[in-house]
């Protein structure tokens, strides 16, 4: 799949295994939805898929004004998320409910704006909620509950504030919506439609497994530009063995926004070089020298960021001709964009790799 986000030259969209544990993620007047002082009107508006297929949604009434449907979840972090926009009413509020308790986060419809998160006064750890824009005055509402509760239950309340004391407000008001979605995972993927029961979509992975002259012994260079976003571990790329489910040589952007270099040829002990400085959210030109068996060297953005000259159980993997070239996404890693991919089978002097990441 193409990712179109950034700019007009699309990127590939690869995301991992993801379940959309809403039976009926557009159709909310199905058996699955509980709607409370709320009424649905299907196919009213145009959505973010460009298709007359978004709902209307009408509430009045004294008390609660939800929509909801109920779930069940491994004990893990999950993540809900909708598609919304403003006709005349601008607040709304998610709500996760769990076996150790609810969290609340609230949004504004109208200006697509993150309000206010609460973790149930401490019960449960605060939520995280973002917005993402989808133009035309959608926008989708993301909410993410770390806590490793199961038997979340979704809500969506239209409120009037920020408060959660909601059940006896009077109102009335409408807005659309489109393309609910509950997953587990630590943040939204890509919209995943459902229309009765849930749906899974595979991992995705991009290897490139016919490459001629792969290193045959030390030295060799993996180069690239890979897109660093700010307190956040993404995986970059490496060779990996695909019966073995390793990354042997890999490059890694860290949670603590540093860059960092490993190898592990025998797949047991991982050899880790970081980077001296942190660097910025964007993207960034990285090139490591695997050197010998001792040795590795780090450049990133014209300087020489770390030598490790200490590396242990390092000799060489002769097992590339099973590897393939892999973007390095794991279940603990987030979404990296990357481009400019290079391997090259020789050294290159100190100069050239200065000026090769510069």
């Not at 419809?109 to 449960?124: F, M, R, S």
């Not at 490496?238 to 490059?251: E, K, L, P, V």
Request: proline residues 3%.
């Amino acid at each position: 799949r193409l990712d179109y986000t950034d700019s007009s030259c699309p990127a590939l969209l690869l995301e991992p295994q993801r379940t959309n544990l809403i039976n009926a993620s557009e159709y909310f007047n199905g058996a699955d939805w509980i709607n409370v002082r709320v009424t649905a009107t299907e196919n009213e508006a145009i959505s973010p898929e460009g298709v007359q297929n978004a709902t209307q949604l009408n509430f009045t009434g004294t008390g609660y004004k939800r929509f909801e449907q109920n779930t069940s979840n491994n004990q893990t972090a999950c993540t809900t998320s909708i598609f919304m926009k403003y006709i005349n009413h601008p607040i709304v509020m998610a709500r996760m409910d769990s076996t150790s308790g609810a969290s609340y986060a609230w949004f504004n419809i109208q200006t697509g704006e993150v309000l206010k998160v609460d973790g149930a006064n401490g019960a449960v750890p605060d939520p995280i909620a973002s917005v993402d824009d989808y133009g035309d005055g959608w926008y989708r509402l993301n909410t993410t509950q770390n806590s490793t509760a199961s038997n979340q239950e979704i809500f969506w309340y239209f409120v009037p504030d920020t408060d959660t004391t909601t059940g006896g407000w009077t109102g009335s008001g409408s807005a659309y919506a489109y393309g609910a979605q509950f997953e587990e995972g630590s943040y939204a993927t890509s919209y995943i439609p459902t229309y009765g029961t849930s749906v899974t979509r595979n991992l995705e992975t991009c290897n490139v497994n016919s490459v001629s002259n792969v290193p045959t012994a030390y030295p060799f260079i993996i180069n690239l530009e890979a897109y660093h976003t700010l307190n956040t571990t993404t995986g970059a790329i490496g060779f990996y063995d695909n019966s073995n489910q390793y990354y042997y040589y890999s490059i890694q952007l860290g949670s603590n926004n540093k860059i960092v270099a490993e190898s592990r040829p025998e797949g047991v002990t991982q050899n880790v070089l970081s980077s001296s400085s942190t660097y910025t959210e964007g993207f960034h030109k990285i090139a490591v020298l695997f050197e010998n068996d001792t040795t590795m060297k780090l450049y990133i953005n014209g300087e020489l960021q770390g030598t490790k000259n200490d590396c242990v159980n390092n000799s060489f993997n002769t097992g590339f001709s099973d590897y393939v070239i892999g973007v390095y996404r794991s279940i603990n890693t987030n979404p990296c964009s990357i481009r400019n991919v290079k391997i090259f089978n020789n050294a290159l002097s100190n100069e050239e790799l200065i000026d090769l990441t510069t």
